[in-house]
């Protein structure tokens, strides 16, 4: 017996996710349930959420008794300028575990300049509170109601956001201000 092409069985695997369905038992939303992330055969899937529905729809992955995500295992930026066929300019996406359920969910919410906004998920995951400084730092994307919102890898005051693609290889300068220091002066 062959295997089915692999636009079909991503799509299998898709439509079998409990949290997809759960999601889509749930929201009165069409979510956009990305396959790009997925091998055929594997049980992982991605979900573009809206902004405004961000913190709705990651409470409810946490809580409801189908989806448990009791852990946020990864929190990150991306920056889609000049990326082939990308609408909007960032991303953050959040990767979820489901220990209960022995699942994962990754969930990406788009925003643009000039100026990226989305809500904080440390209410229900406490964890996100340092990767979403980081990203803040680095990428420049606010997270509304987040506990305590300032840089964690640059210095107050610094005007850039190093991990965007528009963002200087050689730095806006900084380098220049401190000596060198070679092997010979330790």
């Given at each position: 017996m062959s295997e089915p092409p692999a636009d079909i069985a991503t799509e299998k695997v898709v439509a079998g996710h409990p949290a997809v369905r759960a999601l889509v038992e749930s929201f009165d939303q069409q979510f956009d349930f990305a396959p790009g992330l997925l091998k055929a055969g594997e049980n992982q899937v991605c979900v573009r959420v809206p902004p405004d529905r961000l913190l709705e729809v990651m409470t409810f992955l946490r809580h409801d008794a189908r989806c448990r995500f009791e852990q946020l295992s990864d929190l990150a930026g991306?920056?889609?300028?000049?990326?082939?066929?990308?609408?909007?300019?960032?991303?953050?996406?959040?990767?979820?575990?489901?220990?209960?359920?022995?699942?994962?969910?990754?969930?990406?919410?788009?925003?643009?300049?000039?100026?990226?906004?989305?809500?904080?998920?440390?209410?229900?995951?406490?964890?996100?509170?340092?990767?979403?400084?980081?990203?803040?730092?680095?990428?420049?994307?606010?997270?509304?109601?987040?506990?305590?919102?300032?840089?964690?890898?640059?210095?107050?005051?610094?005007?850039?956001?190093?991990?965007?693609?528009?963002?200087?290889?050689?730095?806006?300068?900084?380098?220049?201000?401190?000596?060198?220091?070679?092997?010979?002066h330790a």
């Amino acid at each position: 017996m062959s295997e089915p092409p692999a636009d079909i069985a991503t799509e299998k695997v898709v439509a079998g996710h409990p949290a997809v369905r759960a999601l889509v038992e749930s929201f009165d939303q069409q979510f956009d349930f990305a396959p790009g992330l997925l091998k055929a055969g594997e049980n992982q899937v991605c979900v573009r959420v809206p902004p405004d529905r961000l913190l709705e729809v990651m409470t409810f992955l946490r809580h409801d008794a189908r989806c448990r995500f009791e852990q946020l295992s990864d929190l990150a930026g991306v920056d889609y300028l000049q990326f082939p066929g990308a609408t909007d300019r960032f991303a953050v996406v959040y990767g979820l575990v489901s220990l209960t359920h022995n699942h994962r969910l990754w969930v990406k919410c788009f925003v643009n300049d000039p100026d990226p906004k989305v809500p904080s998920v440390v209410a229900v995951w406490k964890g996100a509170d340092w990767p979403e400084r980081e990203v803040y730092d680095l990428f420049g994307i606010v997270f509304e109601g987040h506990p305590d919102l300032r840089r964690i890898l640059t210095w107050e005051g610094f005007g850039a956001h190093p991990l965007r693609k528009d963002y200087p290889l050689r730095g806006l300068g900084e380098r220049e201000s401190y000596p060198v220091i070679g092997r010979d002066h330790a």
